[in-house]
């Protein structure tokens, strides 16, 4: 038996968990037991009901110190411990450095290195972090076949049908989105979106409520690059199943550049919408690239801003482009390899196993290939 647990501070209604919680049900039973040490608050949401119920053993350690939760996961023998966060807001990545576990993952949360001695493998894919990227990683590369993202291929979209003008988003417009958090947008990506405003006329770019300040501040500058602020609309947040309903209003989804979307661009494919990305240099500006092509529409992954910048005003002046990369994102959604959780589970396992016998033979972590054998 393989013990694994997952240490995290958003089994909650959080991005990340949104993404997870397929998971930790999918994990073959009569070889890995699956624990969740949890740091971050209970906001009794069904997302964190569902950690509690789907894996084995469920553990707060809000209230543990460091070194109180790295004696409860080496007491309970756990042999890989997944760190979902990494150097994100409110980690607890000390907790690794106690090795309370053989083996210790970085994964989901965090797109990058850690460049800690103590964090054994990454998991992620070849397009996220290509073959000759390995050597910036203090980790060791565990190479997913398709993307290393994972999925909720059981997320419910609301039955409600919206209608346009709840939004206020008029009919006859092509409507454009992105709902991404606010910080991911930066002045290169938004003189883009701008242009392409100006190059569909009867266009709209609607992005996710923020702070009063950013949407002051995002309006002022899409006045100053000659669009009316009209055509720059922000949309309330709203349950998960109830926003996925209405990304089914959007034609497009325009991606960010530097930090991609992740559960954001995963969120659109699911709902039908297609995404139009271009991708980067680096793990965090590759992860749509990795999605699209994950669900068989590498068409939509482009080089450069001007690339990307022609393909989204090829999609919008052309009804016929669009419907068709509609139809294919709905087909190709339940077929293709990017929301095939059990698939994704099996492969993730694959990896697991080959880290506990590498640990076991007391050797250094190494690559790991892992091949899609079903």
Not at 30 to 37: A, G, K, N, Q, R
Not at 285 to 295: E, F, Q, Y
Request: glycine share 4%; charged share 25%; aromatic share 10%.
């Amino acid at each position: 038996m393989i013990r694994v647990g997952y240490l995290s501070n958003t089994f909650s209604n959080h991005p990340g968990s949104h993404l997870i919680s397929g998971l930790f049900r999918l994990h073959d039973r009569t070889e890995f037991e699956i624990s969740c040490f949890s740091y971050g608050k209970d906001d009794h949401s069904y997302y964190r009901k569902r950690a509690e119920q789907e894996a084995d053993h469920f553990f707060d350690i809000s209230q543990m110190n460091d070194t109180i939760a790295a004696e409860l996961i080496r007491k309970h023998q756990i042999d890989i411990l997944v760190d979902l966060r990494g150097f994100t807001h409110a980690n607890r990545l000390r907790i690794n450095a106690f090795r309370p576990a053989p083996v210790h993952v970085i994964y989901l949360g965090y797109p990058g290195t850690t460049g800690a001695d103590f964090i054994d493998y990454i998991v992620a894919d070849k397009i996220v972090i290509p073959e000759s990227h390995a050597q910036y990683f203090s980790e060791k590369i565990v190479y997913m076949p398709h993307c290393y993202q994972v999925n909720d291929n059981t997320q419910k979209i609301h039955e409600r049908l919206f209608h346009r003008t709840e939004f206020n988003i008029p009919d006859e417009v092509f409507a454009f989105c992105c709902f991404c958090t606010h910080y991911k947008i930066e002045p290169i990506m938004f003189d883009c979106w701008t242009r392409i405003l100006k190059r569909v006329p009867k266009s709209v770019l609607c992005l996710l409520e923020g702070s009063k300040s950013a949407e002051k501040n995002l309006k002022k500058e899409i006045v100053n690059r000659g669009v009316d602020e009209k055509r720059l609309l922000f949309q309330k947040k709203m349950p998960k199943d109830e926003h996925l309903a209405r990304l089914r209003l959007f034609d497009l989804s325009l991606d960010t550049r530097i930090v991609n979307g992740h559960t954001t661009t995963s969120d659109a494919l699911w709902a039908g919408v297609p995404v139009v990305t271009a991708k980067g240099g680096h793990f965090s500006s590759r992860v749509s690239a990795s999605i699209l092509n994950a669900i068989g529409l590498a068409e939509l992954i482009t080089n450069d801003i001007g690339e990307y910048e022609e393909l989204a005003v090829d999609i919008a002046n052309n009804p016929e482009k669009l419907q068709a990369l509609k139809k294919k994102v709905e087909t190709n959604r339940l077929t293709a390899p990017l929301f095939d959780t059990p698939q994704f589970t099996r492969n993730l396992e694959r990896a697991y196993r080959e880290m506990v016998k590498i640990a076991k033979r007391g050797e250094s972590p190494k690559q790991i290939d892992v091949q899609q054998l079903d």
